[in-house]
């Protein structure tokens, strides 16, 4: 059984930094890649950054240079390091798995950048 959780989030100031974490189990996880997502309030849910199973990572065009996707298969997590938050990054954080065509999501964690 698949399983995905994710933790980390919180209340933080603009500028500041969170580390958010991704279990996985019940798969494979070091022949996947994996994906991050967020959802804003009245927003549709979007694609943060994705990590290959060779640590090949791609980052979507609002966080680059602030967001860093990577995984350790050792204990089967995938991070997201945010740096210079702003509101905008205000959101419900997601980790996403698709294999053999089916999609699986983490329950999600609130990030909340205000001061």
């Known amino acids: 059984q698949v399983r995905l959780v994710e933790s980390g989030g919180g209340l933080v100031q603009p500028g500041g930094s969170l580390r958010l974490s991704c279990v996985a189990s019940?798969?494979?996880?070091?022949?996947?890649?994996l994906s991050w997502y967020r959802q804003a309030p009245g927003k549709e849910r979007e694609w943060v950054a994705w990590?290959?199973?060779?640590?090949?990572?791609n980052h979507a065009d609002p966080v680059k240079g602030r967001f860093t996707i990577s995984r350790d298969n050792a204990v089967n997590t995938v991070y997201l390091q945010m740096n210079s938050l702003r509101p905008e990054d205000t959101a419900v954080y997601y980790c996403?798995?698709?294999?053999?065509?089916?999609?699986?999501w983490g329950q999600g964690t609130q990030v909340t950048v205000s001061s």
């Open positions: 996403k798995l698709t294999m053999s065509e089916t999609t699986y």
């Open positions: 990590v290959g199973i060779s640590g090949l990572t």
């Open positions: 019940g798969f494979d996880f070091s022949r996947n890649g």
